[in-house]
T-cell receptor, first 110, second 114 residues
Framework: QKEVEQNSGPLSVPEGAIASLNCTYS??????FFWYRQYSGKSPELIMF????GDKEDGRFTAQLNKASQYVSLLIRDSQPSDSATYLC??????????FGPGTSLSVIP | GAVVSQHPSWVICKSGTSVKIECRSL??????MFWYRQFPKQSLMLMAT?????????EQGVEKDKFLINHASLTLSTLTVTSAHPEDSSFYIC??????????FGSGTRLTVV
């Protein structure tokens, strides 16, 4: 089992819709969870981080964490074409390493 | 926000030569830096964890004699790819943890070995 898994893409949504990105992790002791956006050929940029169970909202982005289910998600409301990118889920494990998932490619269709 | 400066942003070198990549934390002190490698259309793979003043910790399968990491100060970590070969061509990215900002990445270095 891979340490961090994400729903396979590519994911296509129409402009204005909600994009839902999912991530599961294997290390139950993990405490910190991150969502990064990466445009082709560029370095990842941090969108959200979440430590506690529940929802965390920042503008159009909402991160949801369920530690019991070892699941973290990212919702993007009112998706824009500029949101088209690869989204990486990252988990800081109990042994203090940040492990990335394989990424989900999102395409927002105008 | 927290800034990590990485350079060069791209480099082309001949097979058998060495290349040094630098990462500097500009507005904070980074006790720990992480080095990742990313092949096309793949995710970031952690190569090693660099700790200031001590030896780096390498992930399984990463040759420590080939990828030399030095973290001589709280603001500078370097990765040297020694005796580079075409299969080392990749996107190398450093990262450091800054409170509240989370893990901040450098801009990346695209290495092409010819």
């Amino acid at each position: 089992q891979k340490e961090v898994e994400q729903n396979s893409g590519p994911l296509s949504v129409p402009e204005g819709a909600i994009a839902s990105l999912n991530c599961t992790y294997s290390d139950r002791g993990s405490q910190s969870f991150f969502w990064y956006r990466q445009y082709s050929g560029k370095s990842p940029e941090l969108i959200m981080f979440i430590y506690s169970n529940g929802d965390k909202e920042d503008g159009r982005f909402t991160a949801q964490l369920n530690k019991a289910s070892q699941y973290v998600s990212l919702l993007i409301r009112d998706s824009q074409p500029s949101d088209s990118a690869t989204y990486l889920c990252a988990v800081k494990t109990s042994y203090d390493k940040v492990i990335f998932g394989p990424g989900t490619s999102l395409s927002v269709i105008p | 926000g927290a800034v990590v400066s990485q350079h060069p942003s791209w480099v082309i070198c001949k097979s058998g030569t060495s290349v040094k990549i630098e990462c500097r934390s500009l507005d904070f002190q980074a006790t720990t830096m992480f080095w990742y490698r990313q092949f096309p259309k793949q995710s970031l793979m952690l190569m090693a964890t660099s700790n200031e003043g001590s030896k780096a910790t390498y992930e399984q399968g990463v040759e420590k004699d080939k990828f030399l990491i030095n973290h001589a100060s709280l603001t500078l970590s370097t990765l040297t790819v020694t005796s580079a070969h075409p299969e080392d061509s990749s996107f190398y990215i450093c990262s450091a943890l800054r409170d509240y900002y989370g893990y901040t990445f450098g801009s990346g270095t695209r290495l092409t070995v010819v």
